[in-house]
T-cell receptor, first 114, second 112 residues
């Protein structure tokens, strides 16, 4: 069973730039959720994708966008980067329709904005 | 909406001490409840879960019981080790929503 993998592990960008983060879901999972975790804080839900469509969104501006592909992998795109976007970005996969099952997390991408 | 409230940390204990981390929740339906653990530099890992009232989840010496009457899911361990030092997150997943809700996390520091 292949777990959730995220790339890259670390990234440094400057204000105003754009970034794309990638996630491969665990085999058998069809739903991907993205979270932002600032230092010392809990994960904040960004959005969730199921069957290539956004299935729910947290309190994040439109410059945070995403995609899900037919193989259930996913991308998170952030435009016009701001200093406050510096955080650990976590991807988690799960099987939609079964709320008894936990989220399976990757190790995250550490994004630093200079 | 759904919410999870955890006790604030850090919780600092000596090795072999008893651990309790409190978690209470608010949900509109009948949620499943989870505890996740995050070690430094890593993502979250599932520690244990309970899917209905009075269920007890357990793993690696940790336990938590789903208490519907008090809407609580407190995490306990009888004897902590230095290797248990991490951040612990309580979470729920409501059957009416496929989007989980996480607490803010409680940092545990165990000294030798």
């Amino acid at each position: 069973e292949t777990g959730v993998t995220q790339s890259p592990t670390h990234l440094i960008k400057t204000r105003g730039q754009q970034v794309t983060l990638r996630c491969s879901s665990q085999s058998g999972h069809n739903t991907v959720s993205w979270y932002q975790q600032a230092l010392g804080q809990g994960p904040q839900f960004i959005f969730q994708y199921y069957r290539e469509e956004e299935n729910g969104r947290g309190n994040f501006p439109p410059r945070f966008s995403g995609l899900q592909f037919p193989n259930y992998s996913s991308e998170l795109n952030v435009n016009a980067l701001e200093l406050d976007d510096s955080a650990l970005y976590l991807c988690a996969s799960s099987l939609r329709g079964d709320s008894n099952q936990p989220q399976h997390f990757g190790d995250g991408t550490r994004l630093s904005i200079l | 909406g759904d919410s999870v409230t955890q006790m604030e940390g850090p919780v600092t204990l000596s090795e072999e001490a008893f651990l309790t981390i409190n978690c209470t929740y608010t949900a509109t339906g009948y949620p499943s409840l989870f505890w996740y653990v995050q070690y430094p530099g890593e993502g979250l890992q599932l520690l244990l879960k309970a899917t209905k009232a009075d269920d007890k989840g357990s793993n690696k010496g940790f336990e938590a019981t789903y208490r519907k009457e008090t809407t609580s899911f407190h995490l306990e361990k009888g004897s902590v080790q230095v290797s248990d030092s991490a951040v612990y997150f309580c979470a729920l997943s409501d059957r009416g929503s496929y989007i989980p809700t996480f607490g803010r996390g409680t940092s545990l520091i165990v000294h030798p």
